[in-house]
């Protein structure tokens, strides 16, 4: 059963966030006072940087933990994982909203983000990811509130449908890169592989928020759940693995693996430390095993999806002479977004019934 917390707001790790989040406000008033070119390092051949890659391209991948979680209860019955389904569902509510403010501060005109409700170009990827972000970020919202479950089953299955949508969408965004992209990332199957790793990406961030939630709040850790969550990333990992390779041998890119200079040594990061070694990792673990070591694991799984968002929105393109860095007002932002993310959880699991007491039966 879902219980109030009896914790403290204030602490001295939400004072660091209040902070960040302060320096982040500034940060984008002085964006939005200034325009883009005087407020970031873009440019003609980097005109996505850390805003697109981070804050809406790993950013959406990492919230997908709300459509797998409640697919999982709702749609397929596992009723054990219950208990983590309302802050899996707002943590992605959360990660919505800041998704669709990092989009309004990198538009170049943020005063006519509304256009796409009534302008519509439907012959544009775009125009389907702003209007899937937005409608299931209502979706999101009537999850968190609602209580009846015939209310939640359409709920659940309009929140895949369009899950699938703008996951997937968000790969298909790269298909006019062409030559921009390396071959180690570039392929027609993009939109299914970012939507296969947007699973895994979301439960890893369940299983960490899970860890880090009851530790925060002394609730013993629901070490069944976190099993199944291991198991599940795994089995994602390796689906997602075996379709990455498949296509990169259809297409005949194997041989860049080891033969693309810069290219090749991130794409092994990302496969390697992201993909293979958590996917063993967290095949072996149980229930009787540290959490810690399940922690390490998800958190390489969450590493190597935004290292993966990265490389295709930036680091494996460019025109070789032109370079791309961050300014401090780009990353001061996402800090500022990260942490008004944490703080907005925190907030929501102190004040209403969010974290679970005790594992469904």
Not at 159 to 181: C, D, R, V, W
């Amino acid at each position: 059963m879902a219980e109030k917390q009896n914790a403290k707001l204030m602490s001295g790790g939400t004072m660091i966030l209040l902070i960040l989040i302060a320096l982040g406000a500034v940060a984008a008033l002085l964006r939005l006072s200034k325009g883009l070119g005087a407020t970031t390092g873009l440019s003609d051949a980097y005109p996505w940087g850390l805003w697109i890659a981070m804050d809406v391209m790993a950013g959406v991948a990492l919230a997908a933990g709300g459509f797998t979680i409640t697919a999982a209860v709702y749609i397929f019955g596992m009723e054990k994982y219950k208990p983590i389904a309302k802050p899996a569902v707002l943590t992605a509510f959360i990660g919505y909203l800041l998704v669709m403010v990092g989009l309004f501060l990198d538009i170049g005109k943020p005063t006519s983000f509304h256009h796409v409700i009534y302008m519509w170009q439907p012959a544009s990827v775009l125009f389907e990811v702003a209007w899937c972000v937005l409608l299931y970020s209502a979706v999101l919202f009537f999850e968190n509130i609602s209580k009846s479950k015939a209310i939640i089953l359409p709920l659940v299955i309009a929140g895949i449908t369009l899950s699938y949508g703008h996951q997937s969408s968000l790969g298909a965004l790269f298909l006019m890169s062409g030559h921009k992209l390396s071959g180690l990332w570039f392929s027609s199957m993009m939109n299914n592989l970012f939507f296969l790793s947007a699973i895994a990406a979301g439960l890893a961030v369940v299983s960490v928020e899970t860890v880090f939630g009851h530790r925060a709040f002394k609730i013993a850790q629901p070490k069944a759940i976190l099993a199944g969550l291991a198991r599940g990333t795994a089995i994602a990992l390796a689906v997602y693995l075996a379709a990455r390779f498949v296509d990169l041998g259809r297409n005949g890119n194997i041989g860049l693996i080891f033969s693309s200079g810069t290219a090749s040594l991130l794409f092994l990061i990302e496969i390697v430390a992201g993909a293979v070694l958590p996917m063993a990792l967290l095949f072996s673990w149980k229930e009787g095993s540290s959490e810690s070591g399940l922690l390490g694991a998800q958190l390489l799984v969450v590493g190597g999806v935004i290292l993966n968002r990265f490389n295709v929105a930036y680091f494996s393109q460019g025109d070789g002479v032109t370079c791309y860095y961050p300014t401090w007002i780009e990353i001061a932002v996402t800090l500022g977004l990260i942490s008004l993310g944490i703080f907005l959880y925190r907030f929501a699991v102190v004040t209403w019934p969010i974290l679970s007491h005790a594992e469904a039966d």
